[in-house]
């Protein structure tokens, strides 16, 4: 009985841990400003109020900036698995490929953000790409991010399926590339819709490029930021609350696929 | 099949990666070795200029303690949570899902959240508040508390994942071998001193690699949390450089000993993933 | 050393009875060989003897203490797992020390105690290397000797023969035999393996469902079983099961009307009605004396090992399995069980031997 009751209380105070921040931000997102802006905060909100995603939805900034989160992450996820998927099967089934490829990719994958976000931005703004209306020059920053997750995820899911299917098919009759086609493919289809997803939430998510390549045409998470830095807590959290959705559908889709170890490597 | 038909089918990859990853990098190198009143290069004229500016040796002091403080609250936390959570217990699984959830918000987000409760009339110091206790300035640019509250909240979002790391590798200490050390007469303590924590040893270190040299790139938390100036680190001085003084060139050379640290740093990582392959 | 005692030990796992009012008195000294097929209990049993599991009731002693309330290192008993659980991360030596360690032995006493287990069990060579470069055989004699440098007052052995291969198997069988005649100690083997509980044990358990069946000498088991599973489970092949009907004056088993001489009609007509009727395949004999049940044997399913034959026929259209000394190429049409060779039980679920 004390170890359960050990367990209950570790239990407890770690569930504090985590969502009383969410659950804060999600309360400010339905206080009014002024009562945010009192000495001491509240807890619970007593003036609850939809003002601040009114106010939003008004404005210039948000429904703009929704567009654009969202258009930059589709683009990006039809970008970065056709450039992916090709090398990602060559690097499940030839080895010395596969590895030369990954320790690539790992690079990527660690490589600052700012070290290329800063020439990025000066080159962008040579070929007229800097803070583009279209998120253009993020789209191509963002495919970048997204490459190595895309790819590790792609390369486990083709190394599950076992080569000896595509040899089958083979024999069977199809060339080397029917055989993808009409075999691996169609097995690695959640794969490939987790990837998917994995990179339009990389995408959503993604600040630092954005911060610097869009200065005034700002998709979401850049657009957080300045409203919170500006001092509207309100509307802040009302963002926060709209990036919050699509972020944690996702990992609730994702969150098998955790589990079963598929996006090990990614780091994600 | 063949190696060399295998990298053609990789070639749209690496023609992007050339495109988007190469060519910054040259571009940044030099604009980071030209001087730009003259235009002569290489010049060692802007880094000579970084070296002058307190404001950067404290970026690379930060940048260099952060991570270490970061990832060891990480591995610590990580661990312990990851020895709870894979005992049997009813609701384990929601736990677990619960612990997951800091890494699934959007960094964006979880700062923003963070600055709320750190600010001088945040949430935390209201709670102080109702203790009795007084505020405290968690966010005052340069203090050791700033510093604290960085790595706390930078540590919080991270876990996750070398908790997730760390369980993997847990579970795959097979049961019968606590199960034998408990009949030799280890006790609790001794069994994880001895046993678990030696079997862990590899998923320790490549955790350490893989968030050591991926907490190099921290940058919004600092810029977030204390401005340019409260906690700097290379990737927001970098960014001052470039957005607050338009100096291209003495940002790209900031940007440049930040790669240099990380590419540095990723050989080890590189070696063990390349050992486990 | 010491004798062990089970009293009616019974473990529930919610609605399934793993364990069901085992009770078992193992003398000091004495290996008994648990047998079973898997899920009847015998796993359970050993890991509450162990501790690594609580029983529901019941109790057990070891040397007249009780020790089912006391966790598992403080219980004397050691325990060989099926997988052998070495700590892959440490030395032969290490581990093999490492219970001593964890009783506060000091350094130079636990160094000699290692060598010396070790020594006896051959493996003096390969005190510094690590579990993942030893052979299966050696691994598993690390077990043992970790297990055995406590010098336990009971010894747990859980299958350990199914992860080695076939012919290890039998050189394995006859070192654990050797080193038990040597060290004495109260051993519990568990195994799915009949022959294996039958070579080694001084005496066998056989559960079934969480129920202990017959626990006796190997003779004992074998030619007396206690029931009809216990008759089919015990001996290679198994002994042949037959339905039959007995009267007064005949048996009938199938279509198969067999008169009883009168020196039988006391012993088949006291259990009257159904019951079944069992015979050992290598009761079946040529001899032409033989009075009891003939077999029509089928020549085409001969299947000749070198030591012996065996084949497939039928009484009364029911089907046996009958076993012949040595090589025998043509089978006689037919062959006799003797009366005195066959076993009665109930013809009910439980199937006890109707004598005694």
């Known amino acids: 009985m004390r170890r359960a009751a050990a367990i209950a209380i570790a239990g407890a105070m770690l569930s504090c841990a985590v969502l009383l921040p969410l659950a804060l931000i999600l309360k400010q997102a339905v206080t009014p400003d002024a009562e945010s802006f009192a000495w001491p905060p509240t807890w619970l909100p007593r003036q609850p109020t939809l003002d601040n995603f009114r106010a939003l939805l008004g404005s210039a900034e948000l429904p703009y900036g ?41 690079v990527v994958r660690v490589f600052p953000s700012l070290a290329l976000a800063v020439p990025m931005a000066v080159l962008f703004v040579r070929f007229g790409l800097y803070n583009n209306p279209a998120g253009i020059g993020l789209w191509i920053a963002h495919t970048l991010v997204a490459l190595p997750f895309a790819f590790f995820v792609l390369r486990n899911a083709f190394r599950r399926i076992p080569v000896e299917l595509e040899e089958a098919a083979q024999l069977d009759g199809a060339t080397r590339f029917g055989a993808v086609w009409r075999v691996t493919l169609p097995l690695a289809r959640p794969s490939l819709a987790a990837a998917a997803l994995l990179v339009f939430l990389v995408s959503w998510d993604e600040f630092a490029y954005a911060l ?57 | 099949m063949r190696r060399r038909d295998a990298w053609w089918l990789a070639w749209p990859l690496l023609a992007a990666l050339l495109l988007l990853l190469g060519y910054p990098i040259v571009y940044a190198l030099r604009l980071a070795f030209t001087d730009p009143l003259t235009g002569a290069s290489p010049q060692l004229v802007n880094f000579s200029q970084l070296a002058r500016d ?91 508390l700033a510093w604290a509250t960085v790595v706390l909240v930078d540590a919080w979002h991270v876990t996750p994942v070398v908790f997730l790391i760390l369980l993997a590798a847990l579970a795959g200490i097979p049961e019968e071998i606590g199960e034998a050390a408990q009949l030799d007469g280890a006790g609790p303590l001794a069994r994880l001193w001895r046993i678990t924590l030696p079997l862990l040893k590899p998923a320790l270190v490549a955790a350490l690699l893989l968030r050591g040299v991926d907490a190099l790139r921290i940058f919004a938390t600092p810029l977030v949390l204390t401005g340019v100036e409260g906690v700097p680190v290379l990737s927001s001085y970098a960014y001052h450089q470039w957005a607050d003084y338009g100096n291209d060139a003495l940002a790209a050379a900031a940007a440049t000993v930040l790669a240099l640290l990380s590419v540095t740093l990723s050989v080890p990582l590189l070696r063990l993933r390349a050992e486990d392959a | 050393m010491a004798a062990a005692e089970f009293e009616h030990v019974t473990k529930r796992f919610g609605t399934v009875t793993a364990l069901d009012d085992f009770s078992l008195l193992v003398a000091d000294g004495e290996l008994v060989a648990v047998v079973g097929p898997s899920g009847c209990g015998k796993s359970t049993l050993l890991r509450i003897t162990a501790g690594l599991d609580r029983p529901s009731s019941g109790a057990i002693r070891v040397g007249g203490r009780r020790i089912d309330e006391l966790p598992p290192h403080a219980r004397d008993v050691a325990m060989v797992f099926q997988s052998y659980a070495l700590y892959p991360h440490m030395t032969v030596r290490d581990n093999i020390e490492f219970p001593l360690r964890m009783r506060g032995v000091g350094r130079s006493e636990r160094h000699a105690q290692a060598t010396q287990i070790a020594e006896a069990l051959e493996l003096g060579t390969l005190l510094d290397r690590r579990p993942a470069e030893l052979s299966g055989g050696q691994r598993q004699r690390v077990a043992l000797a970790r297990a055995l440098v406590r010098h336990p007052a009971l010894f747990l052995l859980d299958e350990p023969l199914s992860n080695l291969d076939a012919q290890l198997r039998v050189d394995v069988r006859q070192y654990i035999r050797a080193l038990h005649r040597r060290l004495h100690v109260t051993t519990l083997y568990v195994t799915h393996d009949q022959t294996e509980a039958m070579t080694l044990g001084d005496r066998v358990a056989v559960l079934r469902g969480g129920r202990l069946q017959q626990a006796d ?115 006689p049409p037919r062959l006799t069980a003797d009366f005195s060779a066959l076993h009665l039980f109930a013809a009910d679920e439980q199937g006890r031997r109707l004598e005694e």
């Open chain 1, 66 to 106: 929704l567009r654009l989160s969202v258009a930059v992450a589709l683009l990006t996820v039809l970008s970065t698995l056709t450039l992916t998927v090709s090398a990602a099967w060559a690097a499940a089934r030839v080895s010395p490929v596969g590895r030369r490829l990954d320790a690539v990719l790992v």
């Open chain 1, 212 to 268: 610097l390549l869009q200065v005034t045409n700002r998709p979401l998470p850049p657009l957080l930021y300045y409203f919170s830095a500006f001092g509207y807590p309100g509307m802040a959290s009302a963002v926060a609350a709209i990036m919050l959705v699509p972020a944690l559908a996702i990992i609730a889709v994702l969150a098998p696929a955790i589990r079963a170890g598929g996006l090990s490597g990614s780091g994600r």
């Open chain 2, 54 to 144: 307190p404001l950067f040796w404290q970026a690379l002091r930060n940048n260099a303690l952060l991570p270490l403080a970061s990832v060891a609250l990480e591995l610590v936390t990580a661990l312990a949570l990851a020895l709870f959570l894979s005992q049997r217990f009813r609701g384990r699984a929601g736990l677990r899902a619960i612990v997951i959830l800091p890494f699934a918000l959007p960094e964006i987000v979880v700062l923003a959240m963070m600055r709320y409760i750190f600010v001088p009339r945040g949430y935390a110091n209201a709670a102080l508040a109702a203790l009795g206790v007084s505020p405290l300035d968690w966010l005052r640019p340069g203090s050791a």
């Open chain 3, 217 to 331: 000498t190997p003779a004992a088991v074998y030619e007396r079983p206690a029931n009809g599973f216990v008759a089919a489970f015990i001996g290679t092949p198994p002994m042949n099961l037959l339905r039959a009907q007995a009267s007064a004056d005949a048996l009938q088993i199938g279509d198969q009307r067999v008169a009883l001489p009168l020196a039988m009609r006391a012993r088949f007509g006291a259990h009257a009605g159904p019951l079944v009727i069992g015979v050992r395949p290598e009761s079946f004999t040529t001899d032409g004396n033989a009075r009891g049940l003939e077999a029509v044997i089928d020549p085409s399913t001969s299947e000749i090992l070198g030591s012996e034959t065996l084949a497939r026929g039928t009484i009364g259209r029911e089907p046996v399995i009958v076993r012949l000394n040595g090589i025998v190429r043509s089978l």
